[in-house]
């Protein structure tokens, strides 16, 4: 499962980021040389930055290299820093859900109105549910460690 969710959404982050290299390198390109840039390549940016952003959101959650505060780790028992560790995790879930239920609902929202990007008429409402979906895998990741704690695997343990 772990194998599965890293090479879905990695493979979905990296084609993303893969593409506004390509996307920013012609343009920059026909504009130095051809005095023509790519029409709608800022709108084509921000939405594959949402793919990127939330492609890799599950696996930054998995492998726990999410920011975090631990100047308290020093002097808390190994016990009680395990309940923080799960709390946290509790209450990442239940806002991720909270946000991918009003991300669903709003691109749901975006659908029956057609609401589209303003140059390329890009139907917005695929992106916006497919963050919602996103952040809920994120949130059953969360849920996951929350319950069933796998042995520490974090690169450094966060960053202050």
């Given amino acids: 499962?772990?194998?599965?969710?890293?090479?879905?959404?990695?493979?979905?982050?990296?084609?993303?980021?893969?593409?506004?290299?390509?996307?920013?390198?012609?343009?920059?390109?026909?504009?130095?040389?051809?005095?023509?840039?790519?029409?709608?390549?800022?709108e084509l940016t921000e939405l594959l930055m949402v793919v990127v952003i939330f492609g890799a959101l599950p696996l930054v959650s998995l492998k726990g290299e999410h920011v975090v505060f631990d100047s308290l780790d020093a002097v808390l028992p190994a016990w009680l820093q395990r309940i923080q560790r799960a709390l946290v995790d509790l209450v990442c879930a239940a806002l991720l859900l909270?946000?991918?239920?009003?991300m669903w609902n709003t691109g749901g929202e975006f659908a029956v109105t057609g609401e589209t990007t303003a140059q390329l008429k890009i139907t917005k409402a695929p992106f916006i549910q497919g963050m919602g979906v996103l952040c809920g895998l994120t949130?059953?990741?969360?849920?996951?460690?929350?319950?069933?704690?796998?042995?520490?695997?974090?690169?450094?343990?966060?960053?202050?």
């Fill in 1 to 42: 499962m772990k194998k599965s969710l890293e090479i879905v959404c990695g493979g979905l982050a990296g084609v993303a980021l893969l593409a506004i290299m390509l996307l920013t390198f012609l343009d920059v390109s026909g504009r130095k040389f051809l005095s023509q840039s790519i029409t709608g390549s800022l």
């Fill in 139 to 160: 949130a059953l990741v969360h849920l996951v460690k929350a319950f069933w704690p796998a042995e520490e695997d974090a690169s450094e343990g966060g960053t202050l």
């Fill in 98 to 102: 909270g946000l991918a239920y009003l």
